[in-house]
């Protein structure tokens, strides 16, 4: 009797054993997931923003100007840089949460949506990388 008790020992004390080892894989293995998981969502806002750019590349013509101030959800006045003040309305994929007073943005020239929000002005005299 006490050769097949210790054989029984034996035999849980591996399988644990293997439990241990296979619940240590998983966790690496989920960590790698995770690992990519991030590389895929970061690449995919890159793969978006460089989209966005090429399309504000090969659109017509746009129009440059500075929003004044957001009458309300869905209209916001913008000062064109040729003089004139507008009453736009925004493209749905720009973030509608930065579009502040002074923020420059892009309209098209023809419906005068703002399609995106472009950084502060820099000037190259007072900045220098």
């Known amino acids: 009797m006490s ?10 004390r591996t399988a644990v054993a293997e439990y241990q080892k ?5 966790k690496e ?9 991030e ?9 978006n ?3 966005d750019d090429l399309k504000s590349l090969q659109s017509v ?5 500075e929003v004044l101030r957001p009458l309300d959800n869905e209209r916001l006045i913008v000062k064109a840089s040729s003089g ?7 493209r749905n994929k720009v973030d509608k949460e930065k579009l502040t007073s ?3 943005v892009v309209l098209d020239m023809t419906t005068l949506t703002i399609m995106r929000a472009l950084p502060r002005e820099v000037s190259c005299l007072t900045y220098r990388d």
């Open 3 to 12: 050769g097949g008790g210790e054989e029984e020992v034996t035999r849980r």
């Open 22 to 26: 296979k619940l240590l894989q998983h």
């Open 29 to 37: 293995l989920e960590s790698r997931v995770r690992s990519v998981r």
């Open 39 to 47: 590389n895929l969502r970061a690449a995919k806002k890159e793969f």
């Open 49 to 51: 923003k460089t989209e």
């Open 61 to 65: 013509g746009q129009i440059i100007g």
């Open 84 to 90: 004139p003040r507008y009453v736009v309305g925004c």
């Open 102 to 104: 002074g923020t420059r």
